[in-house]
């Protein structure tokens, strides 16, 4: 590979700031990256040097930029790459100096992130002798030209394979979800199986992004991939790999203006006007409906899932507590969260993911109330089954024992130890007996003779256990509000 295919590669923006013609044919053997302010021990004759630049400031005059430049031409560096993002731009006494040296350099522009460089010299070396391409020349270029624009995957697929009378290609998360696809390829089930197709003829391949996590991995897939050079299908992915890099700054803005947006949900008396404004700037409805759900551990996992039911039209954003939460603009969704959430789960069986969703607000001033309940159920679902992934619905809190899950463990054990006292020492056998007694006695709706029948007692018996129940806890059971606290204390027991 040549330092030109590098400047004729639109995708990466380089702009060249010295660079004479006879040495645009120097080859390339491989990238570094370093801010170290003589970086002679870090490169390797013939490598393309990265440098964010950290090492220079304007103070330093040019002296600075001489040893580093001469370390790199001592070293045979095939060229330096200098980012923009940390000084604005690239320092002039650094320009100068490559020029004194010898040292072809080029300005990388602030949104292109080193490690989108290093694919695509890692891709050019893997295509063959001389850097040359798996995909023919017309094709690399117009790939190169649509990732450049920011185009959408569905064209990359097309433009991919146009010269392959266009199979069908899929680009698949982990969960089966179809982020895009060939024009005609037909709609494949929402759980399609990414790892192995099912027929045994299709073939899928990773979309190699070492920062993506279980819940964000991609595969293109082809279910009839023919006569397609494997060859070609890596360099495919590995291109579809660049679109899914580029769009994290994109991500990013979007994340902080939706946690900016809970920010003011959670607070108290959020302003009207600010609330509208944080929703238009995450791209949703400022009059509603909408639906809120909060999730935890894992708010990518909460992505994945939003991404199956609105490919757009929500907004997933951090609580200052960490809970990851999405504000969705209410349509009719694709599928109800219940039955996505499993496919989504199962991307990384190790960690359960929750999720709770609260009532649909009509409007903005009622975000922060559904807000609250959604956070409420995710508590319920993490403290009810912590080991086992769900979907909980503030809806569902019809009884007590429902809703006193919702509060914290720490919370429910206080109290309970509170009302019940002694009642709950585990080596006092007097104790559990008449715990048991107090148990059979509520859940018999306080009938003296259903009690005694279940726990095949006489009926005075009971009577005398009750009354021991009272003396240590300072409870009267004829009393329904006492009867409420010592069965709420019951349930708040942390087994």
């Not at 040359?132 to 030209?145: H, I, Y």
């Amino acid at each position: 590979m040549h330092i030109a295919h590098l400047l004729r590669d639109e995708s990466l923006g380089l702009r060249p700031l010295w660079c004479e013609d006879t040495m645009l044919e120097r080859e390339i053997s491989g990238v570094t990256a370093t801010d170290l302010a003589d970086p002679a021990r870090s490169v390797r004759p013939g490598e393309l040097v990265l440098s964010g630049l950290l090492w220079w400031t304007p103070d330093d005059g040019p002296a600075k930029a001489e040893r580093f430049v001469s370390a790199l031409r001592t070293a045979g560096a095939a060229a330096l790459l200098a980012g923009e993002k940390t000084h604005g731009g690239v320092p002039d006494d650094l320009v100068h100096a490559c020029r004194r040296y010898a040292v072809p350099v080029a300005a990388v522009p602030a949104h292109v992130m080193f490690r989108t460089i290093t694919d695509s010299v890692q891709l050019r070396q893997r295509g063959g002798p001389g850097g040359r391409s798996a995909l023919p020349e017309p094709a690399r270029e117009r790939l190169n030209r649509l990732l450049a624009e920011g185009a959408d995957p569905a064209a990359l697929l097309d433009a991919a394979f146009a010269h392959l009378d266009r199979p069908a290609a899929y680009l698949l998360t982990a969960s089966g979800r179809t982020v895009a696809a060939t024009t005609d390829a037909v709609r494949l089930p929402m759980d399609v199986p990414v790892d192995l197709p099912t027929d045994g003829t299709g073939v899928t391949v990773p979309v190699d992004v070492a920062e993506a996590g279980p819940y964000e991995r991609l595969r293109l897939y082809l279910p009839e991939p023919a006569d397609t050079p494997p060859r070609e299908l890596q360099e495919i992915a590995a291109i579809l790999a660049t679109w899914q890099r580029s769009g994290a700054g994109h991500r990013a803005a979007a994340y902080e203006a939706a946690s900016a947006l809970g920010a003011l949900l959670t607070g108290r008396g959020a302003d009207p006007f600010a609330l509208r404004a944080a929703l238009l700037a995450c791209g949703l409805p400022p009059q509603g409906p909408y639906e809120v759900i909060a999730a935890a551990p894992d708010r990518s996992a909460l992505a994945e899932a939003v991404a199956h039911l609105r490919p757009g039209g929500a907004a997933l954003g951090g609580l200052p507590d960490g809970t990851a939460f999405a504000v969705l603009a209410a349509e009719s969704p694709t599928e109800p969260l219940a039955e996505i959430w499993p496919l989504v789960a199962a991307c990384d069986p190790s960690r359960p993911q929750h999720a709770g969703t609260g009532p649909r607000a009509d409007g903005p001033e009622d975000l922060n109330g559904a807000l609250s309940q959604a956070r409420y159920a995710l508590a319920s679902g993490r403290n009810a089954a912590p080991g086992t992934s769900s979907v909980t619905d503030a809806a569902g809190f019809t009884g007590l024992a429902a809703l006193l899950t919702g509060i914290p463990e720490e919370v429910r054990a206080a109290y309970s130890h509170t009302v019940l006292g002694s009642l709950l020492a585990a080596d006092n056998a007097s104790s559990a007996v008449l715990l048991q007694t107090l148990e059979t006695f509520l859940a018999r709706d306080g009938s003296w003779a259903r009690a005694a029948e279940e726990l095949h007692l006489h009926v005075n018996t009971v009577h005398y256990r009750i009354g021991r129940v009272e003396q240590i806890t300072g409870r009267d059971l004829s009393r329904l509000d006492d009867r409420l606290d010592l069965r709420a204390a019951l349930l708040c027991r942390v087994r």
